[in-house]
Each structure stands twice: as structure tokens, then as C-alpha cells.
Nanobody, 117 residues
Framework: QVQLVESGGGLVQAGGSLRLSCAASGCTGSSCDMGWYRQAPGTEREFVAFISRIDGSTRYSDSVKGRFTISRDSAKNTVYLQMNSLKPEDTAIYYC??????????WGQGTQVTVSS
């Protein structure tokens, strides 16, 4: 069983930065692939970023590539999303997702990010 707790959301002006954190209890060592998704009002949840449990490789959606960076601290079982050069269209609820041993999927409760113009 995995529990995810996100933090770090808030209100920021366009061009600013935020760092989201997701603490994953129940993930140890290389057991969990980790990712971030987001959902804006009236839209479907969309992929943002992913980091592999095997080799730490990352991938990003085209809309955030070059601005966002996903990283992990395995000792703390925590994944981060550093968001720079934020735009109003980045406004959404951001969700942490983990896949335990490439099988069981877990979601966090979400954290609101609001970017003002």
C-alpha cells in the first residue's frame, strides 16, 4: 500500500517559480515509478512529467519541457517538480502518481497551482 502526500502549491505571478513535493510512504528503493499530472477546470487530467524507478530517466510533456524539472530523493521517498517560468495556462490542480512495481497505481490528493497574469 502506498500513500502520497503532495505539497508546495500556491499562487504565483507569471514568470515565477514553485516547487511541488510528493512524499510516498510505501515506496522503497527502486519500487516506484513516479509522475506528475495536472487537471485544469473543465479539462481532462493530463500528463506532465515522469521519472523512472529503474534508471532515473525522465520525460516531459511538450508544454512544460524546458521549464519544469522532475527529480527524486530516494532516501526520503520523495519526488519533486520544479516549475520555472510559470504561465497562466499552467494553472491547475497537480497530482502525484506512482506505479508500484509496474503494477499498482496510486494517486495523491492534489495541490492547487494558480498562476496570475
Amino acid at each position: 500500500q502506498v500513500q502520497l502526500v503532495e505539497s508546495g502549491g500556491g499562487l504565483v505571478q507569471a514568470g515565477g517559480s514553485l516547487r511541488l513535493s510528493c512524499a510516498a510512504s510505501g515506496c522503497t528503493g527502486s519500487s516506484c515509478d513516479m509522475g506528475w499530472y495536472r487537471q485544469a477546470p473543465g479539462t481532462e487530467r493530463e500528463f506532465v512529467a515522469f521519472i523512472s524507478r529503474i534508471d532515473g530517466s525522465t520525460r516531459y510533456s511538450d508544454s512544460v519541457k524546458g521549464r519544469f524539472t522532475i527529480s527524486r530523493d530516494s532516501a526520503k521517498n520523495t519526488v519533486y517538480l520544479q516549475m520555472n517560468s510559470l504561465k497562466p495556462e499552467d494553472t491547475a490542480i497537480y497530482y502525484c502518481k506512482t506505479i508500484l512495481y509496474a503494477s499498482a497505481v496510486y494517486w495523491g490528493q492534489g495541490t492547487q497551482v494558480t498562476v496570475s497574469s
